[in-house]
């Protein structure tokens, strides 16, 4: 008897693979999705790939039932505009590839689901604004090279709905997404193990989102990126696993002399590549040093005021009764003594227009700010 029942709890334990076809599926109709609960009742747990792909398929509601795939769920060329029917799906056994789904607004259907074991790909989905219905996802990929891809979804505003994501295990891609502004959704994301790249993404302004990214363990790419105008969300970021960062291409960008940077740029074994900037993040030299001038972006208007800037001729530095003031001196952005003064009021009018580093010494300690003269 006991023999007899261990046998049925076997069979039942294993039906929901039983009920499955041990080959890719392929899904070309919403006809097949509608009946693919009767054509495999009971199957829940997918031993290959999921193939969804067709102009005709507009939901996927008959997939309810599914709750793992082992060689991933691809979604290609739909006209779908949310996920509803794989909300059973929670841990992901492989990857989630999302591309040319024109229709697609968000991700409410995947609401339920946690981690993602392999890439997670969304690529040329016209319509898609943010990620809002993925608010439980907290980890993505398995230490292999891929890891999250976002890319040439033109309408994608924000990355929204990612906020509980902490983990990236693999190379995280945003690029080519022309209405990103920031990485605000991102708040949470601790670390990446792969590289990472921000490619020629053209409205984005800051990385304001970052300032939780703690370890990145192999190249930074920020490269193409038209509006791009700060990094400074990547200070608290450790350098020590960092191989190698490639900043370039970035017109807007005149500052990015902050400490992950400059210690991969004093690191013999990191390589650097800095180019095609603005001046003041321009080259390698132009960077390193602004590096060693401990310039910051961080706001100095608590303690001290300078005004105008952009400046063409006299640069007032205001000072608050409790500080006070010793002297300042003017670098250019290679970090050259240009001219010193005791004085709180600084002539530029002789100065060339660019960009240059004031130095002001208090009683307080230092502060650096970037000054532009017109």
Not at 58 to 79: H, K, P, R
Not at 208 to 214: M, Q, R, S, V
Not at 233 to 248: C, P, T
Request: aromatic letters at 8%.
């Amino acid at each position: 008897m006991k023999k007899e029942l261990f046998y049925v709890l076997l069979l039942v334990s294993f039906i929901g693979f039983g009920q499955c076809p041990n080959d890719d599926i392929y899904l070309t109709t919403q006809a097949e999705i509608d009946t693919f609960s009767s054509n495999f009742p009971n199957c829940t747990h997918l031993i290959k790939s999921l193939n969804i792909e067709g102009s005709d398929i507009s939901n996927l509601n008959g997939l309810s039932q599914i709750q793992d795939v082992d060689e991933g769920i691809f979604i290609v060329n739909t006209n779908i505009e949310n996920f509803s029917g794989l909300e059973n799906i929670q841990n992901l056994s492989s990857s989630l590839i999302i591309t040319e789904n024109n229709s697609l607004v968000n991700f409410e259907g995947l609401q339920n689901l946690e981690t993602i074991t392999g890439q997670f790909a969304i690529a040329l989905n016209g319509q898609i604004i943010n990620f809002t219905g993925l608010n439980s996802l907290y980890s993505v990929g398995n230490g292999s090279d891929l890891g999250v891809l976002i890319n040439s979804n033109d309408s994608l505003v924000s990355l929204d709905g990612l906020a509980n994501l902490t983990q990236i295990y693999g190379s995280f891609r945003v690029e080519k997404n022309d209405l990103l502004e920031n990485f605000g959704g991102l708040v949470n994301l601790e670390s990446i193990c792969g590289w990472l790249g921000i490619l020629d993404n053209d409205m984005l302004e800051t990385l304001n989102g970052l300032e939780n990214l703690l370890y990145c363990e192999d190249y930074i790419s920020i490269t193409g990126n038209a509006s791009l105008s700060s990094v400074s969300s990547l200070v608290n970021l450790d350098s020590s696993a960092i191989i190698g960062v490639i900043v370039e291409d970035n017109p807007l960008l005149s500052f990015c002399s902050i400490a992950p940077i400059c210690d991969a740029i004093v690191n013999p074994n990191t390589d650097v590549i800095i180019n095609y900037n603005l001046a003041g993040c321009n080259s390698v030299p132009e960077v390193e040093a602004q590096c060693n001038l401990s310039i910051t972006e961080a706001d100095p208007s608590e303690n001290l005021s300078f005004f105008p800037n952009p400046v063409s001729s006299i640069l007032n530095i205001e000072t608050p009764k409790n500080i006070s003031f010793k002297k300042a001196t003017v670098y250019s952005t290679l970090g050259k003594p240009i001219l010193e003064t005791s004085e709180n009021r600084i002539n530029f009018e002789t100065l060339s227009a660019g960009i240059y580093f004031v130095e002001v010494i208090s009683d307080k300690g230092v502060v650096t700010k970037k000054i532009v003269k017109q």
